[in-house]
Every structure is written in C-alpha cells, then in structure tokens.
C-alpha cells in the first residue's frame, strides 16, 4: 500500500470533506500519511488530525515563510510537543529564498529546529527552495548526517541530490515528477537509488498529471507512481512497495517506537 511521506489535510482547502476524505484512505489503497506541519496553527492542527486518525502520523517545525515571528514561548511549545504520541519528525523546516530574503533569520531558526530533532531523536523534514548550496552548507556545518530524514519535494540537480544522499538523507518525490517542464527531476529520478526514494503528495498542492492545479490529495499518488515506473523500468508494485518500505525506516513507523 501507499505510504504518503509529506501531506498538509489540516490546510483550509480540505474544510469541507476532511473527515470524509480521510476516513477513505485506507479502503483505497492509502496505508499511511504524514501530515506535517509549517506554522505554529497548522502544528497544533496536526496533532489534532493524529489523535482522530489511527494511520496519520504528524511531523510538527516551521517553515522557513513563516519563522520570523516565532518567539521563544513557541520555540519551548515545539520542544515540549516533538514527544507527543505519533510525531515522528521534526518539520518541515529549511530554506526558501524564493519570496524572502531574510537569510540569518531563516538559517537561525533552521539550526534550532535541528537541533530539536537531534534531542528529541527524529529525523528532518526539510524545504529548500532557491537555496541549494545554503541549505546544505547549513545542513553539512551542524552535522545534519547524524540527525537524517528527507529532502521534501526535491526540486535541484542530480549533482546537489547526490551530495543530500550522500549525507543519509532520502529525497521526497511528488507530483512534480509527471509535468511536461520536469526534465531536471526526471534526470534525478533516473539516477537515484530506489533505496534513497520516498513519495508524497503535498497536498492541497502540487497535484500531478491529469490533475494539475486541482487540489491535490493522497489518491494521485498512483499517477507519481506510475511515472517513476516508467523512468526506472519497473512495475509500480515495486515502486510502491520499495517507497512503503523506505518510508517506514525513515519515519520509524511499524519499526520501532511507533509500531
């Protein structure tokens, strides 16, 4: 079954059928999600959508957009709330230089939230968007390679992806991967180990072909599926089932704490 890696159902787009839609996951195909959190409201959201749903996880830091306004009051709710039942990671968390450019204020809180994840012995969701080589730098000076976790929706070269797997991180791939203009992506889906693969939705965004720029939701992973399929030369039960797998390991669900 599908395991979708990266999710946002608390977002505002999903007000209207949340429960319903949720409540069908598993019946369809859909054996796990992790929704992760980028705002302080959306953090305490996710913890509210694992407590009603046995198969979602929570991932719960700040986005880059939005770590300006973080206080210390909420830097020790994080703190405390990384140890709830059924967080099981750290993010999403990072750098975006695509609509800001409040660099220090982003690589600051990027250090602290790792070093959450370090204490609390949970790997890294991480957003890099128009950041690279920071992102890394940041990741390569605190010693991210001890920590672990997944580069979400990747979006670079396969020089950069060779240098986050290299460091033990896996990378997300979504519905990205199926449009016209994701040449880059192709290439790096191509080169990539499946060992180093997991997938993800998004959603509400990034809804892949046929569906592009509808709200996105977990039952189009098929169609990301599908596309890795093609470019590996393999079944999309094996592509499901080797994501599955490597997505238990990173998060640790069904193989230690969170069995």
């Given amino acids: 079954m599908i395991f979708d890696t990266h999710a946002h159902y608390d977002d505002e787009a999903f007000d209207d059928d949340r429960e319903q839609l949720l409540e069908r996951m598993r019946n369809r195909g859909v054996e796990y999600i992790v929704n992760v959190g980028a705002s302080m409201a959306s953090c305490k959201s996710t913890i509210g959508l694992v407590r009603r749903f046995p198969y979602v996880y929570g991932a719960i830091g700040i986005h880059p957009d939005d770590v300006a306004e973080l206080t ?24 975006d230089y695509h609509w800001s450019d409040n ?16 204490e609390a012995k949970l790997p890294l969701i991480i957003h890099s968007r128009d950041a690279a080589q920071d992102t890394y730098e940041v990741m390569k000076t605190n010693r991210a390679d001890e920590i672990g976790g997944v580069v979400h929706c990747f979006s670079y070269s396969k020089e950069m992806a060779k240098k986050f797997m290299d460091m033990g991180f896996y990378l997300g791939i979504g519905g990205v991967i199926t449009f016209n203009n994701a040449k880059k992506l192709r290439e790096v889906v191509e080169y990539m180990p499946m060992d180093k693969m997991v997938i993800e939705t998004d959603c509400p965004y990034l809804a892949p072909v046929p569906n592009r720029g509808k709200r996105n939701d977990s039952f189009n992973l098929p169609y990301v599926v599908s596309k890795i399929a093609e470019i590996k030369e393999m079944s999309s039960a094996e592509v499901i089932h080797i994501t599955s797998e490597n997505a238990k390991d990173l998060y640790g669900i069904g193989r230690k704490r969170f069995d």
Wanted: hydrophobic share 40%.
């Fill in 72 to 95: 210390e009051e909420d830097y020790q709710w994080l703190e405390k709330n990384i140890h709830k039942p059924k967080i099981v990671a750290v993010g999403e968390t990072g750098l």
């Fill in 103 to 118: 660099r220090n204020v982003q690589i600051e809180a990027f250090e602290r939230q790792m070093n959450l994840a370090r």
